[in-house]
């Protein structure tokens, strides 16, 4: 079975500051793993994801994440935060074989002025 | 090309009315979930539907029924609405290779009275 756990429900940053924001993950079996973003009265987006190959992912937005198997962890970063960066951010993770996705319980990131 | 579709957007109900959700895709895709989503509690898998004639349940399956109508179809069904049932609800859908990603309607807002 898997599961995702976020590190911290609220994070707040100042504009231009680095973004960080924690998962970590645990699965039986080689992961797939996935960061979706969602704004305000809005579904979810998909950001990035990881399948297979290079470990360092990048996305829409700016925003990258890495894959380290060791500390089973994949963590989401922004060098500079923008204002439009504001929403909540869902880790999710899919075991191979796996039919569902499953999430942590979101961050909402708070971008201050 | 809409993506997800969802309909109603809002809706009110008292304890044991009952009310289907639809949701609609048109990407082709034989993958399709019902999700729910509480504060603190992410997104968890109601009903899940991996292709056309074929459902499953999720995590939280209890008090729903789904329809499979065709491939682009979706409906979720509460037959007796109870409080706890209150809730924003997501339809998404996917490719059925595992490390596709699901791609999310704007989701539907439940108050159950």
């Known amino acids: 079975a898997q599961s995702v756990t976020q590190l911290g429900s609220h994070v707040s940053v100042s504009e231009g500051a680095l973004v960080l924001l924690r998962c970590n993950y645990s699965?039986?079996?080689?992961?797939?793993l996935f960061w979706y973003v969602q704004y305000p009265n809005q579904g979810l987006q998909l950001l990035l994801k990881?399948?297979?190959?290079?470990?360092l992912v990048k996305g829409i937005n700016g925003f990258e994440a890495e894959f380290k198997k060791s500390e089973t962890s994949f963590h989401l970063t922004k060098p500079s935060a923008h204002m439009s960066d504001a929403a909540e951010y869902f880790c999710?993770?899919?075991?191979?074989?796996?039919?569902?996705?499953?999430f942590g319980q979101g961050t909402r990131l708070t971008i201050n002025p | 090309n809409a993506g997800v579709t969802q309909t109603p957007k809002f809706q009110v109900l008292k304890t044991g009315q009952s009310m289907t959700l639809q949701c609609a895709q048109d990407?082709?895709?034989?993958?399709m979930y019902w999700y729910r989503q509480d504060p603190g509690m992410g997104l968890r898998l109601i009903y899940y539907?991996?292709?056309?004639?074929?459902?499953d349940k999720g995590e939280v399956p209890n008090g729903y029924n789904v329809s499979r109508l065709n491939k682009r179809e979706f409906s979720l069904r509460l037959e007796s609405a109870a409080p706890s049932q209150t809730s924003v609800y997501f339809c998404?859908?996917?490719?059925?290779?595992?490390?596709?990603?699901?791609?999310f309607g704007p989701g539907t807002r439940l108050t159950v009275t």
């Open positions: 998404a859908s996917s490719e059925a290779w595992v490390g596709a990603e699901q791609y």
């Open positions: 699965s039986s079996v080689p992961p797939y």
């Open positions: 990881y399948t297979t190959g290079a470990t």
């Open positions: 999710a993770v899919k075991g191979q074989g796996a039919q569902k996705l499953v």
């Open positions: 990407m082709n895709h034989n993958s």
């Open positions: 539907s991996a292709s056309e004639g074929t459902t």
